[in-house]
């Protein structure tokens, strides 16, 4: 069963398993003797109080790690936050969705008032061009364009706060001599 | 204060260090009696808890004489004392006042 445990601990940040995995382990190794010779049900409960409160705690690490704020479970963190230096928006993709959207209605808009007057623009548009895609395909493209952005820059946040140079802010100024 | 209130089982652990240096294993059987049984954290609950003190710096490591691999100890730090009594202030006040109230109402 410590085993397993061992084996669960990889659900952690690396860091964060480095620094606290032996402790755990030990902390659990220590529980687990003490539960020996105790009926079914109670290590039933403590097996499965150690595993649910494993994989939560491992998703609030992951969570914290990548936002810098607990996203997957903020009641449990909302009377003892930690001061986070950045905070990726979580209403960035649906803001730049709104704003998107409002940019093709202008587009459709303009493109129906040129159709209504033939005689003075000169019918020069592109095989492809904005205005000629109806509204929900190009919403939908839109959106998932704006996904996949918000997704590729939650990816280099959470190589930037895995690489540490957050924390080079942190770091003490070299002494004078 | 933005900080408080607190969650309980961070207010059980720091309860459990004011009285002295203890190791996971001894906070979470403090945190247990203390509770009369009816708070048991889980390891990951305990650390992700630890952790998130040791950062804040309310508590600090601390290196008992017969300490060994996978047997830290921790202590409160100035800061933690100093909030966790504004928590207690905070929690004695707030029972004045349902004693108060509940008496007025001769429940």
Same mark, same amino acid.
């Given at each position: 069963?410590?085993?397993?445990?061992?084996?669960?601990?990889?659900?952690?940040?690396?860091?964060?398993?480095? *620094?606290? /995995?032996?402790?755990?382990?030990?902390?659990?190794?220590?529980?687990?003797?003490?539960?020996? /010779?105790?009926?079914?049900?109670?290590?039933?409960?403590?097996?499965?109080?150690?595993?649910?409160?494993?994989?939560?705690?491992?998703?609030?690490?992951?969570?914290?790690?990548?936002? /810098?704020?607990?996203?997957?479970?903020?009641?449990?963190?909302?009377?003892?936050?930690?001061?986070?230096?950045?905070?990726?928006?979580?209403?960035?993709?649906?803001?730049?969705?709104?704003?998107?959207?409002?940019?093709?209605?202008?587009? *459709?808009?303009?493109?129906?008032?040129?159709?209504?007057?033939?005689?003075?623009?000169? #019918?020069?548009?592109?095989?492809?061009?904005?205005?000629? &895609?109806?509204?929900?395909?190009?919403?939908?493209?839109?959106?998932?364009?704006?996904?996949?952005?918000?997704?590729?820059?939650?990816?280099?946040?959470?190589?930037?706060?895995?690489?540490?140079?957050? +924390?080079?802010?942190?770091?003490?100024?070299?002494?004078?001599? | 204060?933005?900080?408080?209130?607190?969650?309980?089982?961070?207010?059980?652990?720091?309860?459990?260090?004011?009285? #002295?240096?203890?190791?996971?294993?001894?906070?979470?059987?403090?945190?247990?009696?203390?509770?009369?049984?009816?708070?048991? &954290?889980?390891?990951?609950?305990?650390?992700?808890?630890?952790?998130?003190?040791?950062?804040?710096?309310?508590?600090?490591?601390?290196?008992?004489?017969?300490?060994?691999?996978?047997? #830290?100890?921790?202590?409160?730090?100035?800061?933690?004392?100093?909030?966790? #009594?504004?928590?207690?202030?905070?929690?004695?006040?707030?029972? +004045?006042?349902?004693?108060?109230?509940?008496? +007025?109402?001769?429940?």
């Amino acid at each position: 069963m410590l085993s397993l445990y061992r084996c669960l601990l990889y659900l952690y940040p690396a860091p964060y398993r480095y *620094e606290y /995995g032996d402790e755990m382990a030990g902390v659990f190794r220590d529980v687990l003797s003490e539960t020996r /010779g105790k009926g079914l049900l109670p290590r039933a409960a403590f097996f499965l109080r150690e595993f649910t409160g494993l994989l939560h705690a491992a998703l609030e690490e992951h969570s914290r790690t990548i936002a /810098g704020s607990n996203l997957l479970f903020p009641s449990s963190s909302r009377r003892f936050t930690m001061r986070s230096e950045f905070r990726f928006p979580k209403a960035t993709p649906v803001l730049m969705t709104i704003i998107l959207a409002g940019v093709i209605l202008t587009i *459709e808009k303009a493109t129906a008032i040129r159709e209504s007057l033939p005689l003075a623009y000169p #019918q020069q548009l592109p095989p492809i061009h904005p205005g000629r &895609l109806t509204f929900f395909p190009a919403m939908a493209v839109i959106l998932l364009l704006a996904y996949a952005a918000a997704v590729i820059g939650c990816a280099v946040l959470f190589a930037l706060r895995r690489s540490g140079v957050h +924390r080079l802010s942190e770091m003490p100024a070299a002494p004078r001599k | 204060m933005d900080v408080l209130p607190l969650t309980e089982p961070v207010l059980l652990i720091l309860l459990s260090l004011a009285e #002295q240096p203890r190791h996971g294993y001894s906070i979470l059987k403090d945190v247990e009696e203390m509770s009369d049984g009816r708070v048991t &954290l889980s390891t990951g609950t305990l650390y992700g808890a630890l952790r998130r003190l040791l950062e804040d710096g309310w508590i600090e490591r601390y290196e008992e004489e017969d300490s060994s691999r996978g047997r #830290q100890a921790y202590r409160l730090t100035p800061a933690g004392r100093r909030n966790l #009594q504004l928590e207690a202030s905070r929690l004695k006040h707030l029972a +004045r006042v349902a004693n108060l109230r509940v008496a +007025r109402k001769g429940l």
